[in-house]
């Protein structure tokens, strides 16, 4: 009895944790939550396949696609011309407020930034820039 419980916990373990991987195992992600009425919205790019979810109150939304090398060159060029790296992040506390949060685990602008306390003035155009390259991906590829 005691080997079959420890089965099933291992199994279960194995499963809850093979989910994730589309969360875990990205090249790039951007996501943004929060608000009064919490929204969340995750994009995830490994190579060029894209994980993309929504979730609000009345809607949940989760697809996969590719971007195309052009695509994908040229979100890599718009991290790369606006020193992503070089962002600095205010450390103001707000509450309630939707933030970005985009993470770049290849190449020279390597990092995670974050608007959750916003962008310090100085970045805030690079930082925007960034963000709107994101949104044309989801708008381009997203019908809703």
């Keep these: ?10 199994i279960l373990i194995t499963v809850s944790c093979s989910s994730q991987k589309a969360y875990s ?3 790039i992600s951007y996501s943004q939550s929060g608000g009064y009425a919490p929204v969340y919205e995750n994009l995830i790019i ?3 396949h894209v994980h993309y979810s929504f979730e609000n109150k009345e809607k949940t939304f989760k697809t996969d ?3 195309t090398d052009n695509e994908l060159e040229n979100l890599n060029e718009i991290i790369n011309q606006n020193n992503f790296r070089q962002i600095a992040e205010d450390h103001k506390k707000l509450y309630d407020h939707v933030s970005i949060v985009i993470t770049v685990k290849k190449g ?3 990092a995670s930034k974050t608007d959750a306390s916003l962008i310090m003035p100085q970045h805030r155009k690079n930082w925007n820039n960034i963000v709107e390259a994101f949104q044309k991906i ?7």
């Design 1 to 10: 009895m005691k080997k079959l419980i420890g089965i099933v916990l291992l």
């Design 25 to 27: 195992d990205f090249d």
């Design 46 to 48: 490994k190579g060029t």
């Design 65 to 67: 696609f590719t971007l």
């Design 108 to 110: 020279r602008n390597s």
């Design 138 to 144: 989801i708008q381009k590829n997203i019908k809703n």
